[in-house]
């Protein structure tokens, strides 16, 4: 199996699932961010890498990657992050073997976070309410007129870069435009993530953290109304949504990841369901969703505080720690030490500069009028 990675962080999770049944994939970097270099995996002893010499927006991109797999007996390519997913959406027709995709239009609308409050809209699922503001100026004129507690985001990112509560005195922070703005809810945050086929969900895991563990359950609350999404836009592949329960139960979906998300690994440890390769199974048509197993999976830190207070491992810690320390110790606390700055520089962090991305959308996606809050007229 291939891994096509743009980043390292996200990818690598994605690397781990592919080799999961002692294979060793193949990973194709194709280095950009300094901060999220794919070329860290040259480190790894679980996979093989191979850099691509191009740009993914060079002609000469998709005939090297069709040599690479040909020269190799690469079978099945996975897109390993955003990056290498908005790619392969646009040009899956150049590839056998490619994990299943949604159509381009379908990606654009859902990965964008503005034209997803519109979707939610659509089809009456509650969503916080959503500005849009286009430069830093229009965001201090903005919060100078509203008392609302705002999280702002760029309209497109990864693992939560860019992403910050703002008010009047933070609002310089924010140096990315145009400008995502949404109210902050309070109450517990939730995932779902699936895999679809023609729009019907085949495979879901629901979860959420609590004192540093990562529990894994089922929500047919959730599941329904992801169902709505995935199935008012044909939805085709692996995708996460990010859920808020506000204090009175209610449920609001707050953005779509239309690609894997950063507890793939987790989820493979945890429920013991390999989400890249349960997307290449074919499902019968109205067969029924296939639950993650219930479970709890605690993070390294959360596993010290236990035995300091004289609790043992669990099972489910043993597989943990024997999947994380499968690569050498030296690599585990690179990589911990590396996690740790991200973290600390992530409020810097930004989706970029530049006008807004353009967005290719149809009738049956329609994208809100700029400057609108949607939310506000969301049916319950």
């Known amino acids: 199996m291939m891994v096509l990675a743009t980043s390292y962080a996200l990818a690598y999770k994605v690397m781990r699932c592919a080799a999961a049944d002692g294979a060793r994939p193949i990973v194709v970097g194709v280095p950009g961010d300094p901060k999220n270099d794919p070329r860290r995996f040259r480190h790894s002893r679980l996979c093989s890498y191979v850099e691509l010499p191009v740009p993914l927006s060079d002609p000469e991109a998709i005939p090297r990657l069709r040599a690479i797999m040909r020269e190799n007996g690469v079978e099945r390519m996975v897109p390993g992050d955003s990056g290498a997913t908005r790619f392969l959406v646009r040009n899956a027709h150049h590839f056998d073997g490619l994990y299943p995709l949604p159509e381009p239009t379908t990606f654009d609308v859902l990965n964008d976070k503005w034209s997803f409050a519109s979707v939610c809209h659509t089809v009456g699922v509650r969503h916080p309410r959503t500005w849009m503001v286009e430069s830093a100026d229009e965001l201090r004129s903005f919060l100078e007129q ?27 922070e924010v140096t990315y435009a145009p400008i995502l703005l949404q109210e902050f809810l309070e109450g517990r945050d939730l995932c ?143 990589d911990g030490l590396h996690r740790q700055l991200v973290k600390r520089g992530r409020r810097k962090l930004t989706g970029g500069r530049g006008r807004r991305p353009s967005v290719t959308t149809d009738a049956s996606l329609p994208v809100p009028p700029a400057h609108t809050a949607p939310g506000d007229q969301l049916i319950a």
């Open 146 to 172: 509203t008392d609302v507690e705002l999280i702002a985001k760029p309209l497109s990112s990864e693992s939560g870069a860019g992403v910050m509560r703002v008010d009047r005195a933070s609002c310089a």
């Open 192 to 334: 779902i993530s699936l895999i679809c086929q023609d729009g019907a969900p085949k495979v879901s895991v629901v979860y959420h953290y609590e004192d540093g563990a990562f529990i894994t359950h089922r929500d047919d609350r959730i599941l329904e109304l992801a169902s709505r999404i995935v199935g008012s836009t044909g939805y085709d592949g692996v995708i996460n949504f990010d859920v808020r329960e506000t204090l009175d139960g209610e449920l609001h979906f707050i953005e779509a990841n239309p690609r894997f998300w950063a507890n793939v690994d987790k989820t493979l440890v945890g429920g013991d369901c390999n989400f890249v390769e349960a997307g290449f199974v074919t499902y019968a048509p109205g067969s029924e969703v296939l639950h993650v197993q219930s479970s709890v999976v605690r993070t390294l830190p959360a596993m010290a505080r236990g035995l300091l207070r004289g609790h043992g491992l669990t099972a489910a810690d043993v597989r943990y720690l024997r999947f994380t320390f499968a690569e050498s110790i030296l690599d585990v606390v690179r």
